[in-house]
């Protein structure tokens, strides 16, 4: 009795070789030394004048006193400081915010007036609300 042999499929199973040479590749990856000390090439960089790139903050805080004290930021000023003061950051920051925020007790005068020195100093975008 004869065997038909020229029927089977003669082929050899890739993956386990595969396999280690993924593996090989891995390991020389990770064990070879990542030296970057002496690259041959020097290089000067510019220092940066980090003032320059300062810009004002997106939004400032006006607070209205029931005494009438009036605080920019926690610092206190005057009216016509104020008005200076926010007239000069809107000029360096168009889209400059202002929070105006008064006492319950302060007048109502008191906070448009304020209001509206905020207006004159050019800023357009104005939240109210209370201190607390």
């Known amino acids: 009795m004869k ?3 020229g029927t089977e499929d003669a082929s050899i199973n890739l993956t386990p070789m595969i396999d280690v040479v993924f593996l090989l590749v891995i390991f020389f990856m990770v064990s070879s030394k990542m030296d970057s000390g002496d690259s ?7 220092a940066a004048d ?4 300062a810009r004002t903050p997106d939004q400032r805080v006006v607070e209205v006193r029931n005494d009438g004290t009036l605080l920019l930021d926690g610092t206190p ?6 008005t ?3 007239k000069q950051q809107r000029d360096a920051y168009p889209g400059l ?3 105006l925020k008064g006492d319950s007790d302060s007048a109502l005068h008191r906070v448009v007036q304020v209001m509206r020195q905020i207006e004159q100093a050019g800023v357009r975008k104005i939240g109210v609300s209370e201190r607390r």
Do not use: D, H, I, K
Request: glycine share 4%; no cysteine.
């Open 3 to 5: 065997r038909n042999r």
């Open 97 to 99: 915010q202002v929070s």
């Open 77 to 82: 000023m005057s009216s016509e400081q104020l």
């Open 40 to 46: 041959g090439v020097q290089v000067n960089v510019a």
């Open 50 to 53: 980090m003032r320059s790139m």
């Open 84 to 86: 200076q003061t926010l």
